[in-house]
């Protein structure tokens, strides 16, 4: 009717995965949209592989500023998307998209970010140049975390995986400074590193556990593990229980929410005690 005031549509992004109902992150977004006053939304959305270019193209039609990007579907949404960042090309996965308004995708990878940001709140002293990394794991999140250290300046990165034939394909990707191990030689590998990292989902609530013996690893080196549930693994009791400095996976996944909060909502969120506290108990 004439004279009516139009209301502004409230921005709307979520996360999609298959299956989602792990995923924290519907708790993070929303206690900054509380935080910061912001009358959005961020949803949760379980999508099939098969679904996933459909889905993704009907969501700007309903609102959608953009969608975060998990398991399995990391890959393929960079495949999916009109465009992408430079370092989403170069890992070779996205997690962060971000609808135009002509309904175009655009595809970043704000992993590596988040890595490096929680590695560096958590052991400001760590540094990726002081030796050797031993990656575990070849899928999406190992590609962003290798593309992180060599960025950081890694001079040599042990990646070793289940499959070898993976690990190898990401050697290939990344160049000669990534060395692939087989799984069963991990532990050799341990010699000499600074940086310990898994990217699998050994040791997560209801995964088989990592069986790794961490003997060979220098006492000097700092341990992270992606899995934040349970938040201190069993890798991480073993590193720390050894000597080493420890980063829990809750971190990587805090730092790599605030790009795509910042896109979609307009406002650039901190990182602290506070968030990680609600995303904890949610």
Same mark, same amino acid.
Do not use: C
């Given at each position: 009717m004439a004279g009516m005031k139009q209301i502004e549509r409230p921005p709307v992004a979520g996360v999609i995965g298959d299956p989602?109902?792990?995923?924290?992150?519907?708790?993070?977004?929303?206690?900054?949209?509380?935080?910061?006053?912001?009358?959005?939304?961020?949803?949760?959305?379980?999508?099939?592989?098969?679904?996933?270019? /459909?889905?993704?193209?009907?969501?700007?039609k309903m609102g959608f500023r953009g969608v975060n990007v998990t398991i399995p579907h990391k890959e393929a949404a960079l495949r999916i998307a009109d465009s992408a960042s430079d370092r989403a090309a170069l890992i070779g996965a996205a997690n962060t998209l971000t609808f135009h308004?002509?309904?175009? =995708?655009?595809?970043?990878?704000?992993?590596?970010?988040g890595?490096?940001?929680?590695?560096r709140q958590t052991v400001p002293a760590w540094r990726a140049d002081a030796g050797p990394a031993v990656v575990l794991g070849a899928g999406g999140a190992a590609r962003a975390i290798i593309h992180a250290?060599?960025?950081?300046?890694?001079?040599?990165?042990?990646l070793a995986n289940r499959t070898r034939a993976r690990a190898e394909l990401l050697a290939d990707h990344f160049g000669a400074r990534v060395q692939p191990v087989d799984w069963i030689?991990? /532990?050799?590998?341990? /010699?000499?590193?600074?940086?310990?990292?898994?990217?699998?989902?050994?040791?997560?609530? $209801?995964?088989?556990p990592l069986n790794l013996r961490i003997?060979?690893?220098?006492?000097?080196?700092?341990?992270?593990?992606?899995?934040?549930?349970?938040?201190?693994?069993?890798?991480? =009791?073993?590193?720390e229980a050894h000597g080493c400095r420890v980063v829990?996976?809750?971190?990587?996944?805090?730092?790599?929410?605030?790009?795509?909060?910042?896109?979609?909502? $307009?406002?650039?969120?901190?990182?602290?005690?506070?968030l990680r506290q609600a995303v904890l108990a949610g």
């Open positions: 989602i109902g792990q995923s924290r992150s519907p708790v993070l977004h929303g206690h900054w949209l509380g935080r910061y006053g912001i009358r959005g939304y961020y949803v949760p959305l379980e999508v099939r592989p098969a679904d996933l270019a /459909e889905v993704l193209r009907t969501l700007p308004g002509d309904g175009r =995708i655009h595809a970043d990878n704000t992993d590596a970010y890595f490096l940001a929680n590695m250290l060599l960025d950081a300046g890694a001079p040599e990165i042990r030689e991990a /532990e050799r590998a341990l /010699e000499g590193a600074a940086t310990l990292v898994n990217t699998t989902s050994l040791g997560m609530r $209801g995964k088989p003997e060979a690893l220098p006492k000097a080196a700092v341990v992270a593990d992606i899995v934040y549930t349970p938040l201190m693994t069993d890798l991480l =009791i073993r590193a829990d996976g809750l971190g990587m996944l805090l730092h790599q929410a605030v790009p795509g909060f910042e896109s979609w909502f $307009g406002v650039r969120p901190k990182v602290d005690s506070e």
